[in-house]
Nanobody, 121 residues
Framework: QVQLVESGGGLVQPGGSLRLSCAASGSISSIANMRWYRQAPGKQRGLVAGITSGGNTNYVDSVKGRFTISRDNAKNTVYLQMNSLKPGDTAVYYC???????????????WGQGTQVTVSS
């Protein structure tokens, strides 16, 4: 069983910063790509940022220059540093990862439960 647990969400004023964390636990052989998604009320869930096991990153245009994704492979943890936050960044943020468990050759896709980020004055 693999679990992804996010933390670090909360209420912040426009222009402020938050750092989200997502730790994977359970029976894990390796983790490939890790990603952050977000879903605002009434909108579809969309990709925010992704990072490969080798550290290559990609971002949606709306967060480029403001958000930074990183990971600690030893801790099976991915982070999302969010700076210069805007009200439009308000959403539930979800962690997503491709994980291989012992005894298998394929990677399964797993989701965290989500953490609320609210940007408001």
């Amino acid at each position: 069983q693999v679990q992804l647990v996010e933390s670090g969400g909360g209420l912040v004023q426009p222009g402020g910063s938050l750092r989200l964390s997502c730790a994977a636990s359970g029976s894990i052989s390796s983790i490939a790509n890790m990603r952050w998604y977000r879903q605002a009320p009434g909108k579809q869930r969309g990709l925010v940022a992704g990072i490969t096991s080798g550290g290559n990153t990609n971002y949606v245009d709306s967060v480029k220059g403001r958000f930074t994704i990183s990971r600690d492979n030893a801790k099976n943890t991915v982070y999302l540093q969010m700076n210069s936050l805007k009200p439009g960044d308000t959403a539930v943020y979800y962690c997503n990862a491709d994980v291989r468990v012992p005894g298998t050759v394929r990677y399964g896709n797993y989701w965290g439960q989500g953490t609320q980020v609210t940007v408001s004055s």
